[in-house]
């Protein structure tokens, strides 16, 4: 066995992680810095070109890995996805990290019906379900941790991207309650609610983003809060600040301030 195989082997802390959005900047990140700390590391994205060159990556970093390309709009294609994982090792760290975050179209007042069901169904829906499904598993186990990816504009009004906020608050609600129910279980959930993070998604906006931070950094302040078993962490920090200053601001003048934000988005 080579000197690197002998370092992956002591590092493997997990039998199986699978990452959610992992063709993305963040989910990416993840991968590449779990893969030495796994046995197995199965990789879900839409760009079946990225999950391959992170495949590779993985793989060299000495985890067994699969891709999956997976629609996360469709909940009964991701639970039989996640059923093949689980047969093929049990999960015992799950990242929901996928997400789509589209704004009002020009012209409109809110989203159109069909985003607000695909943000519903890939921001909320698919990712407790398969949640749902992950921790009965872990607790009949007795170990396992699930993390969601959550997002600061849960605390807002944004009258720009009411759908995202929505999705992102429906999460952090899940999160603790799911928390709650599991923790006598030695299984663990954690929320990470961040807020802008140098990824596709963020490079789409076209406005001021206070604050952006690397994903390597983001999977930083994970880990950190994974060792900790932390059920909430905010990153960066200083959007707690914020989220306290809007809970003691009337809201009509909250929403005054919201409204004047000039802010749009790029294609997909």
């Known amino acids: 066995m080579s000197r690197s195989s002998e370092m992956s082997k002591c590092l493997q802390l997990y039998d199986h992680v699978l990452i959610t959005g992992a063709s993305g900047g963040i989910g990416a990140a993840l991968a590449q810095h779990y893969a030495a700390r796994a046995q197995r590391i199965s990789l879900w994205g839409r760009d079946l070109q990225r999950l391959e060159s992170l495949a590779k990556i993985c793989t060299a970093a000495g985890a067994e ?39 009002r179209q020009p012209g409109r007042v809110v989203e159109t019906p069909d985003i607000l069901l695909e943000t519903a169904l890939v921001n909320y829906a698919v990712p407790t379900g398969l949640a749902s499904v992950a921790a009965e598993l872990m607790v009949k186990r007795r170990r396992g941790h699930i993390v969601f990816t959550g997002s600061v504009a849960a605390w807002h009004d944004l009258p720009f991207s009411a759908a995202y906020c929505a999705s992102k608050a429906g999460i952090e609600r899940f999160a603790g309650a799911l928390r709650a129910a599991v923790t006598p279980y030695n299984v663990n959930v954690t929320l990470v609610s961040f807020g802008f993070i140098d990824t596709r998604m963020s490079r789409r906006i076209n406005g001021f983003k206070p604050f952006l931070a690397k994903p390597e950094k983001a999977v930083s302040v994970i880990n950190k809060a994974l060792k900790q078993r932390r059920g909430h962490v905010t990153f960066p920090k200083i959007f707690n600040l914020l989220r306290m200053i809007e809970a003691v601001t009337p809201r009509n003048l909250a929403h005054m301030l919201l409204r004047s934000i000039r802010v749009s988005q790029g294609p997909r």
Request: glycine residues 2%; aromatic residues 6%; negative net charge.
């Open 65 to 103: 890995t699969d891709i999956v390309v997976v629609d996360l709009s469709n909940m009964h294609e991701s639970l039989e996805a996640f059923s093949r994982a689980e047969a093929q090792a049990p999960i015992d760290l799950l990242f929901l990290n996928a997400g789509v975050s589209d704004m």
